[in-house]
Every structure is written in structure tokens, then in C-alpha cells.
């Protein structure tokens, strides 16, 4: 099992921007891919940023490229999101997951943390 912890969630103005960390505990965190991902009310979760193992290949929704960044510490056991120029249709409950492979898919995930809301206003 491993456990995830999103944090740095928050009311942001328009083109500010905000850190999101998920630290994880349980098995090895240098094992998994990570994830985020973000579900805004009476819409579907979706995609927003993966980073392999080594953190040597990430991956973008293409609406947030060139203004969020995913970053991970395996030594700290911690997955980072960097988010600039924030805009109020990134409104959402942000999540971060664990899973074997790089994909776009919440389905290929197989460890979820609680979410942490971020609000833009415009």
C-alpha cells in the first residue's frame, strides 16, 4: 500500500500561482510513476501531469504546458507541482497518484490521495 498527502491547495488570483506537494509512505516511492490529476465540479477527472520513476520524463495536459511543472524528491518521497499563471478554469480539487506505467488515465493509477482544492479567482 502506499499512502498519499496533497498539500498547498488554496484561494490564488488570476495569473498567481501555487506549489502542490503529495508525500507519500508505505512501499518505495522510487518505484512508482506519479500523477496528478484534477476533477472540477460536475466534470470528469482528467489529466494534468505525470513523471517517471527517475523523473527523467514528464507529461503534460496541453492546457497547462508552459505553466505547470511536475518535479519529484525520491528522497524525500514527495511529488511536487509547480503551477504559474493560474487561470480560473484551473479551479479544481487537485489529486496526486502512484501507478506502474506513465499514462494519461486515472484508471492505470492504483493509489490516490484525498485531493486539495484550488480556487482561482478572477
Known amino acids: 500500500q502506499v499512502q498519499l498527502v496533497e498539500s498547498g491547495g488554496g484561494l490564488v488570483q488570476a495569473g498567481g500561482s501555487l506549489r502542490l506537494s503529495c508525500a507519500a509512505s508505505g512501499r518505495t516511492f522510487s518505484n512508482y510513476v506519479m500523477g496528478w490529476f484534477r476533477q472540477a465540479p460536475g466534470k470528469e477527472r482528467e489529466f494534468v501531469a505525470h513523471?517517471?520513476?527517475?523523473?527523467?520524463?514528464?507529461g503534460y495536459a496541453d492546457s497547462v504546458k508552459s505553466r505547470f511543472t511536475i518535479s519529484r524528491g525520491n528522497a524525500k518521497s514527495t511529488v511536487y507541482l509547480h503551477m504559474n499563471s493560474l487561470k480560473p478554469e484551473d479551479t479544481a480539487v487537485y489529486y496526486c497518484a502512484a501507478g506502474e506505467r506513465l499514462s494519461f488515465g486515472p484508471q492505470s493509477y492504483d493509489y490516490w490521495g484525498q485531493g486539495t482544492q484550488v480556487t482561482v479567482s478572477s
Open positions: 513523471i517517471s520513476r527517475s523523473g527523467g520524463s514528464t
